[in-house]
């Protein structure tokens, strides 16, 4: 069954403070690999899609990584705009064809304190 | 360019009613898609829909339904509400399948 399992549930940093968050996948035929940021009362952002084993991809002091099992963002320096909660989902092939049905982590609520 | 537009934001509805919720892609694309969020089962997908043809289906009950027209414009009907079913709806949109998705604010449905 596929599945996408996000840790920590919760990190809090200080500003500036660099981490990682972490995404471990198990999907049968992978198609992308997609982040999304999601602020109390809105909907997910879009943040970055990464597609193969070895792929990264930055946005000011985000970065997304990927391997065959599991992807990391990496935030450098963060400031308290950041805190949010990062979503991480999985675009599986369904019968080889093109699909968004999209499956999700539960997400890891970031909190940056100034 | 205008957002993914879902109306109405906010809606309170009885048990055992039924429910219509709206969705308005960004301007040029063709795919939909919904999802429900809840706190215990996070971001779980409904149903997708491109060129007014639904192309998969969640694990959901029947009671669960959509449609897309012609213009792209999609809304979900959900019957014979149950409490379970409050949660957040929210629409995705991408020009063509397979393309990032971008979300609208969704719908918050709160079942009494």
């Known amino acids: 069954e596929d599945q996408v399992t996000q840790s920590p549930e919760a990190l809090r940093l200080q500003e500036g403070e660099s981490s990682s968050l972490n995404c471990s996948y198990t999907?049968?035929?992978?198609?992308?690999l997609f982040w999304y940021r999601q602020d109390p009362g809105k909907g997910p952002e879009f943040l970055f899609t990464?597609?193969?084993a070895g792929e990264e991809k930055e946005k000011e002091r985000l970065k997304a990584t990927l391997t065959k099992k599991e992807s990391f963002l990496h935030i450098t320096a963060p400031k308290p705009e950041d805190s949010a909660t990062y979503l991480c989902?999985?675009?599986?092939?369904?019968?080889?064809?093109?699909?968004?049905?999209?499956?999700f982590g539960t997400g890891t609520l970031l909190a940056v304190q100034p | 360019k205008a957002g993914v537009t879902q109306t109405p934001r906010y809606l309170i509805k009885t048990r055992g009613q039924q429910v219509t919720l709206s969705c308005s892609p960004i301007?040029?694309?063709?795919?939909v898609s919904w999802y429900q969020q809840t706190p215990g089962q996070g971001l779980q997908f409904l149903f997708e829909?491109?060129?007014?043809?639904?192309?998969n289906k969640g694990n959901f009950p029947g009671r669960f339904s959509g449609r897309q027209f012609s213009n792209s414009r999609s809304e979900m009907n959900v019957s014979t509400l149950e409490l379970g079913d409050s949660a957040l709806y929210l629409c995705?949109?991408?020009?063509?399948?397979?393309?990032?998705?971008?979300f609208g604010d969704g719908t918050r449905l709160s079942i009494l």
């Open positions: 995705a949109s991408s020009p063509i399948p397979n393309q990032p998705q971008h």
């Open positions: 999907v049968s035929g992978l198609r992308g």
């Open positions: 990464l597609y193969s």
């Open positions: 989902a999985v675009q599986a092939t369904i019968g080889g064809g093109a699909t968004n049905k999209l499956i």
């Open positions: 301007s040029g694309h063709r795919s």
């Open positions: 829909y491109f060129s007014e043809t639904q192309r």
